[in-house]
C-alpha cells in the first residue's frame, strides 16, 4: 500500500484527509509537528508523498520541505497553504515542493494531485534509454543521475523530469501548457505559475549566472527552450 505523511497542526483537518487517503487505499502516516514528521520519515523511509502543512508551530512546512531535499529522500512533496497567502506557495515549490494545494481543498483534487504525483515519481524512475548530452551536461535516466561538467546535480523528481524534456527536446519552443502536460498530467488542475517556479528553480541549479540563462532560455510570451 503506498504510504502518505499527512503533517497537520489541526486534528480536524487531519483526520479528514486520513479518511480520504484510506477511502481511496493509501496508507497515512500522520504528525501533528514538524519534529514528528521527521521521525515518521526516518520511521517509514518508503513514504513516497508528504503532505506538509506551511502554518506550524515548531519546525514549520517549509522547514520540513527543505531537510527532506537536504536528506536526498525521492519523496514526492505537496504544500498545503492558505488561499490568501499567495507567497507560500511560491516559497514551497522554491524550497523544493513538487505541488501545492490551496485550503479549502475537496477530497477529489487532493487525491488527484497525489494519484499525479505517485505516477510522475514512477515514471521518473523508468529506464526511458540511454543517456542525453548537451554541452556540459549528462542526464541519465536509467539511474536518475544529472551532471554538469562531471559533478552531480541533485535534482528533484520534478526537475529531472523537467530536464528529461528539455534535453530531449533541443532547441524546441514549449509553451508552458506544453510542459505543465508532459510533466504535471493532462488532467492537472493547478496553475501555470508552477511551472516558471520550477525553471526559476532549475536555474539556480544549473546555469553560470542564472540572471542571464544560457541553457534555459525564455521565449516572452509563450514559454521556455533548451539552448539558443
Known amino acids: ?20 487517503l484510506q ?10 509537528t514538524g519534529e514528528q514528521a521527521l521521525d515518521r520519515l526516518r520511521e ?14 515548531g519546525i514549520d512546512g517549509f522547514e520540513v520541505c527543505r531537510r527532506i531535499r537536504a536528506s536526498g529522500a525521492k519523496t514526492g512533496i ?12 511560491v516559497t514551497g ?6 505541488d501545492y494545494v490551496t485550503k479549502p481543498f475537496s477530497p477529489s483534487e ?27 551536461f549528462r542526464l541519465n535516466p536509467s539511474n536518475r543521475v544529472f551532471e554538469k561538467n562531471g559533478e552531480r546535480v541533485r535534482l528533484t523528481q520534478t526537475e529531472f523530469a523537467i530536464m528529461n524534456l528539455f534535453m530531449s527536446n533541443p532547441g524546441k519552443a514549449l509553451s508552458r501548457g506544453d510542459i ?14 508552477i511551472v516558471d517556479v520550477n525553471i526559476r528553480r ?27
Open 202 to 228: 532549475l536555474r539556480l541549479k544549473i546555469e553560470d549566472d542564472p540572471t542571464n540563462p544560457a541553457y534555459i532560455t525564455t521565449i516572452w510570451g509563450y514559454g521556455y527552450k533548451w539552448g539558443s
Open 93 to 98: 515549490l522554491m524550497t523544493g515542493a513538487d
Open 23 to 32: 477511502r481511496y487505499g493509501y496508507d497515512p502516516i500522520e504528525a501533528e
Open 110 to 136: 487532493l487525491i488527484a494531485r497525489i494519484d499525479a504525483l505517485y505516477r510522475r515519481l514512477g515514471n521518473t524512475l523508468e529506464n526511458t534509454g540511454g543517456a542525453l548530452i548537451s554541452g556540459p
Open 1 to 20: 500500500m503506498k504510504k502518505v505523511l499527512v503533517l497537520e497542526d489541526e486534528a480536524n483537518i487531519r483526520s479528514f484527509i486520513v479518511i480520504n
Open 44 to 57: 517509514h523511509p518508503d513514504i513516497g508523498v508528504a503532505l506538509l502543512d506551511v502554518m506550524l508551530p
Open 180 to 193: 505543465l502536460s508532459a510533466i504535471w498530467g493532462d488532467d492537472y488542475a493547478g496553475e501555470l505559475k
Open 78 to 89: 505537496i504544500m498545503l497553504t492558505a488561499k490568501s497567502q499567495e507567497m507560500d506557495k
